[in-house]
């Protein structure tokens, strides 16, 4: 174990070791879930790869272990579910001797009675959906079910059902079957974790603190906020369309286009010379990324267009904020659909992204009754989440 880069443990309560995955979307929750952890007087050592950091110095009050070898080269993208199933495959095979040699293993754990836990950054709902697949594809739905949770999952679903069939998922922690599902649910749900402690300590990037000036510059409800997360990229068409969606739709926008999340491009050079200045002017402002929780609670922000990740779902919900939805894969399906057709706090952008589909999107969200109407909708449930 490489241990140059140790923190001094502080030995005070239970030890509980951590694993985030190493991604922005698992280390955000990870981290809110270890300072929870340590309020509650656990000594907490969080085991990370090289590769995606957390930086320890933003918490002196945890240890920090870096496994070795994990070197993550440009043949690994994570962009895609199958990306990510690559990744995660990478992964169980670099890191799992290191972790089984140094400092517990399943087996060990068996051995000695220790308790573990598996955090699914995910919503319940999602998993137990993508728990339920090899029962899906059994009965045949995946050929006929039309909508994109199924579809665009089934174009890497025979990769995908390998997964969950060897526990590759799991490895080295639980070995999952639906039929023993409930068991592993907590009936008491903790979270959201956001709400005790910000994801703005754990952020890879920097965030773009300009943001929340130029809020400050703007009515009530008035901004729509766009992000994708920190994994989902576009083709350079869409990043077009995108532009002339929010430039045609006249509302005020701040865009978080995150560096080299348009395919080919660094970051906005492929938006035509002047085309800011002509058809925006300064009614948008795009950063390269921003405090996304502090963007949310602002009361300039009156709308979200989300990639619907679970992290940026919850905390939309959690600040009221009524979302347009582009789910780009794995979880974000479901998500999407639990905020269009469940919970009514959104629209989901049907036809990926289309400049009349999104300015229609952006006018009913941010201008139109339907709009008000989910904001009301969504206050309701921030009620409901912010209940003790
Ligand atoms: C991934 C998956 O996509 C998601 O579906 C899964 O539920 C968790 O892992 P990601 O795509 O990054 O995560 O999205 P999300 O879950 O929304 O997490 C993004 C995090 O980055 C959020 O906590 C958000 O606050 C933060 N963020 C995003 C910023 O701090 N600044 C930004 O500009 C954008």
């Known amino acids: 174990m490489d241990t140059s ?7 005070r309560g239970w030890p509980l070791v951590l694993l985030p995955l190493p991604l922005q979307g698992h280390i955000n929750p990870m981290l809110q879930l270890a300072n929870i952890l340590h309020s509650k007087g656990f000594s907490i050592t969080i085991l990370h790869t090289r590769f995606n950091a957390p930086n320890p110095t933003n918490y002196p009050h945890l240890s ?19 990306g990510i199933l690559n990744f995660i495959e990478y992964l169980n095979d670099k890191c799992f001797n290191p972790i089984k040699e140094y400092v517990f293993v399943t087996s060990v754990a068996d ?23 090899p029962v899906i594809r059994d009965m045949g739905y995946f050929r006929r079910y039309s909508d994109e949770a199924f579809f665009v999952l089934s174009q890497s679903y025979e990769h995908f059902f390998a997964e969950m069939k060897s526990e590759a998922l799991v490895k080295g922690f639980e070995p999952l079957k639906i039929k023993d599902l409930p068991k592993f649910l907590t009936s008491d749900p903790e979270g959201p974790f956001h709400k005790y402690f910000h994801a703005s300590s754990s952020s890879l990037l920097a965030q773009d603190q300009t943001s929340i000036s130029w809020l400050d510059k703007h009515p ?34 701040l865009w978080v286009v995150r560096p080299g999340s348009i395919k080919g491009s660094e970051w906005l050079e492929t938006l035509p010379d ?38 940026s779902t919850l905390e939309s919900i959690c600040e009221g904020v009524p979302m ?14 639990y905020v269009s057709d469940l919970w009514k706090i959104g629209t989901v952008l049907e036809n990926g992204f289309e400049r009349g589909e999104i300015e229609g999107a952006v006018k009913r969200v941010m201008v139109d009754k339907e709009g008000t109407e989910m904001r009301n909708r969504v206050m309701n449930l921030k009620g409901k989440v912010d209940k003790p």
């Open 324 to 337: 347009i939805c582009s789910p780009s894969f794995g979880d974000q399906f479901p998500n999407a659909r």
């Open 5 to 11: 880069d140790t923190t001094k443990p502080c030995n």
């Open 220 to 253: 009530h409800n008035s901004v729509l906020y766009v992000s994708f997360g920190s994994l989902a990229s576009i083709e350079e068409p869409e990043f077009l369309e995108i532009a002339w969606g929010l430039a045609n739709s006249k509302q005020p926008f």
């Open 274 to 311: 002047g085309f800011l200045e002509r058809n925006v002017e300064r009614r948008g402002y795009i950063v390269k990324w921003a405090p996304q929780q502090e963007v949310l609670a602002h009361p300039s922000t009156g709308g979200f267009w989300t990639h619907n990740g679970w992290n």
């Open 64 to 82: 920090f272990l870096s496994i070795p070898g994990v070197v993550v080269d440009g043949n690994i993208s994570v962009s895609s579910i199958v």
């Open 111 to 133: 051995e000695l009675k220790l308790p573990r836990i598996v955090h699914r950054t995910s919503s319940v709902s999602s998993f137990l959906l993508f728990a339920a697949f």
